[in-house]
């Protein structure tokens, strides 16, 4: 019998056969995460916490819960990536808004288009939203396959 993360990374990568939407892919998720880990950077809650860190957090145990390897090789440049974040807010809080955006639509943009253009399926996301989360973990098993830690 599969595991639940076996189960999930089968269905992310039915939806994912064309190697040129791989491509867009690995340009857009990381771009829709960075989008979505500096807005929530800018959301205050409290004692110095902010949603990026709430969201950070309950992520990566996530990703940690469903692959201890995958979830660590995302954890270091995720945790970066909110301190990055974290600077930014506190040092050019103008800039968060434009630079959310550019991200986000940009990294939806190539999605969409991988999805129409090369793979003839909509997105995983739109079935389960949970594929959403094992987005990041298939690029990750798709970087390991190419290094050879994984077959």
Known sequence: MRT??????????????DRRNL?????????????IDLGAAAVPLW???????????ATVLLWLWMDVLRGLALAVPLVL????????????????????????????VLQFYGHSAFE???PAFLSNLFQT???PLF?????FRAIGLRH
Do not use: C, N
């Not at 990055?84 to 968060?96: N, T």
């Not at 690029?139 to 970087?143: K, N, T």
């Open 139 to 143: 690029l990750m098993d798709e970087a």
């Open 133 to 135: 989360l094992v987005a």
């Open 4 to 17: 639940f993360t076996e189960r999930q990374m089968a269905q992310y990568r039915s939806f994912h056969q």
């Open 47 to 57: 004692g110095g916490v902010t949603l990026a860190d709430l969201l950070v957090g």
């Open 81 to 108: 990536v909110t301190w990055g974040a974290h600077r930014l807010v506190a040092s050019a809080p103008d800039q968060v808004l434009p630079l959310f955006l550019v991200l986000f639509v940009g990294g939806w």
């Open 23 to 35: 491509v867009t892919h690995i340009i857009g998720i990381p771009a829709i995460v960075v989008a």
């Open 120 to 122: 003839g399926k909509r």
